[in-house]
Nanobody
Framework: QVQLVQSGGGFVQTGDSLRLSCAAS????????MGWFLQAPGKEREFVAS????????NYADSVRVRFTISRDNAKNTVYLQMNSLNTEDTAVYYC??????????????WGQGTQVTVSS
């Protein structure tokens, strides 16, 4: 059974940067697309970014396209989300997921534990 362990969240100021990490175990990591999603209080889970198995193809939500970068290191079984120019609207719990490179949460079968990102003005 695959497990995803996230790290890297925290409390930052507007304009700061953070990098989230998601380490996978228990499955051939390079065989699967990966995604990042966010969930703000009282709202549904939203797509942030996804990356193909090889890492050559990426997809982003319009709200983060020029500020966030998703990447993966298949040798380390880890996917990253580099978040720059953070603003208060980015405040949410962020989740990584494995199984697809789709924007639809239902296409992913295993999720990380979530990590809180709080951006203060």
């Amino acid at each position: 059974q695959v497990q995803l362990v996230q790290s890297g969240g925290g409390f930052v100021q507007t304009g700061d940067s953070l990098r989230l990490s998601c380490a996978a175990s228990g499955r051939t990591f390079s065989s699967y697309g990966m995604g990042w999603f966010l969930q703000a209080p009282g709202k549904e889970r939203e797509f942030v970014a996804s990356i193909s198995r090889s890492g050559y193809s990426t997809n982003y939500a319009d709200s983060v396209r020029v500020r966030f970068t998703i990447s993966r290191d298949n040798a380390k079984n880890t996917v990253y989300l580099q978040m720059n120019s953070l603003n208060t609207e980015d405040t949410a719990v962020y989740y990584c997921a494995v199984g697809s490179s789709s924007a639809m949460p239902s296409r992913y079968d295993v999720w990380g534990q979530g990590t809180q990102v709080t951006v203060s003005s």
